[in-house]
């Protein structure tokens, strides 16, 4: 096996770092679905159901909220584990720009996509020793001109930030 170079060595290294919230959160069984349904249609005005979780990764603990118009809400919970939350969401973030939201007791932080993704609403916050995303993807149609997009997306994700309880 070939050793890390200077180039593969970040790479290797924010690949452990994802790693070791994983194995943390699973070895003390935490329930990845955080919000009720009705939390969630109080406060987004959309009709929710039951969380689902998803499939353990090494991205943290997930969980859906389907709505029966097909949109839903996903919420990502990652241990931090010392790890610098700037450089989880950039891993988490698919490249794209955390935008502050100004005040924020958690840092809470929107994302502004790249310009080749089309604009969703997606919120990250850091509370107790995690990273929690939540992402909005299908609330704003891929086809809304990427100006107004943009400004829709951070409209939602400002709403989770002030309507939605902080967790964990």
Not at 89 to 106: T, Y
Not at 150 to 168: D, G, H, I, N
Request: proline letters at 11%; a positive charge.
């Amino acid at each position: 096996m070939k050793r890390p170079t200077a180039k593969t060595r970040p790479l290797l290294a924010g690949l452990l770092i994802a790693l070791a919230p994983f194995s943390t959160a699973m070895a003390q069984g935490q329930a990845p679905c955080w919000f009720t349904p009705e939390q969630i249609n109080q406060a987004l005005g959309t009709r929710f159901g039951k969380g689902e979780p998803e499939a353990a990764t090494s991205a943290g603990h997930g969980c859906y909220y389907r709505a029966a118009d097909k949109s839903y809400l996903f919420v990502n919970t990652v241990r931090l584990d010392g790890a610098p939350p700037a450089m989880m969401r950039k891993l988490l973030g698919g490249g794209g720009k955390a935008v502050p939201i100004a005040g924020d007791p958690d840092n809470a932080t929107t994302l502004e996509t790249r310009a080749d993704v089309p604009p969703f609403p997606d919120l990250a916050y850091e509370r107790k020793g995690y990273l929690v995303l939540l992402s909005l993807p299908s609330m704003v149609p891929a086809t809304t001109p990427r100006a107004q997009a943009l400004r829709e997306s951070r409209q939602w994700a400002e709403k989770m930030a002030s309507k939605l309880p902080r967790v964990p």
